[in-house]
């Protein structure tokens, strides 16, 4: 065996960074967790507008997300201007204050910066369940 126990407690201070396709198989588990427990969660898909700078504004966006998101919080990249978060646990309204922190916090850390944020938000449906 290559692996041991402790491989998987390392524990990581900030979002989890993914590809699209794991973000996907995250959220189809996420699905099942949800239709067990009850519980909630969120899908957040956040835009950089026009007036971006592309590639600085994105990973300065990318920075706030893993840095300003629960470590359980997985974020994924789909394009090169927009990135796909799943708020486990998180309201629809919950969700939206979020984002909201997660704008200000991008702007007070790049003022210089004139992207502007657009954020969608939508609870997390059991349709399609896998």
Same mark, same amino acid.
């Given at each position: 065996?290559? $692996?041991?126990? %402790?491989?998987?407690?390392?524990?990581?201070? =900030? *979002?989890? $960074?993914?590809?699209? %396709?794991?973000? =996907?198989?995250?959220? *189809?588990?996420?699905? !099942?967790?949800?239709?067990?427990? +009850?519980?909630?969660?969120?899908?957040?898909?956040?835009?950089?507008?026009?007036?971006?700078?592309?590639?600085?504004? *994105? /990973? /300065?966006?990318?920075?706030?997300?893993?840095? +300003?998101? !629960?470590?359980?919080?997985?974020?994924?990249?789909?394009? #090169?201007?927009?990135?796909?978060?799943?708020?486990? +646990?998180?309201?629809?309204?919950?969700?939206?204050?979020?984002?909201?922190?997660?704008? !200000?916090?991008?702007?007070?850390?790049?003022?210089?910066?004139? #992207?502007?944020?657009?954020? =969608?938000? #939508?609870?997390?449906?059991? %349709?399609?369940?896998?």
């Amino acid at each position: 065996m290559d $692996f041991t126990v %402790e491989d998987f407690t390392v524990y990581q201070m =900030q *979002a989890f $960074f993914c590809t699209f %396709e794991i973000f =996907q198989n995250i959220v *189809a588990l996420e699905k !099942r967790h949800i239709e067990r427990s +009850g519980q909630e969660s969120s899908i957040a898909i956040v835009s950089l507008e026009k007036e971006a700078v592309p590639v600085t504004d *994105a /990973r /300065r966006l990318e920075r706030i997300l893993l840095e +300003g998101l !629960r470590t359980g919080d997985p974020v994924a990249r789909p394009e #090169a201007n927009s990135y796909i978060v799943m708020l486990t +646990g998180a309201t629809v309204e919950r969700a939206s204050y979020v984002m909201g922190r997660i704008d !200000r916090e991008f702007h007070k850390t790049y003022r210089h910066s004139k #992207a502007h944020l657009n954020y =969608q938000i #939508a609870p997390l449906n059991l %349709e399609g369940a896998g």
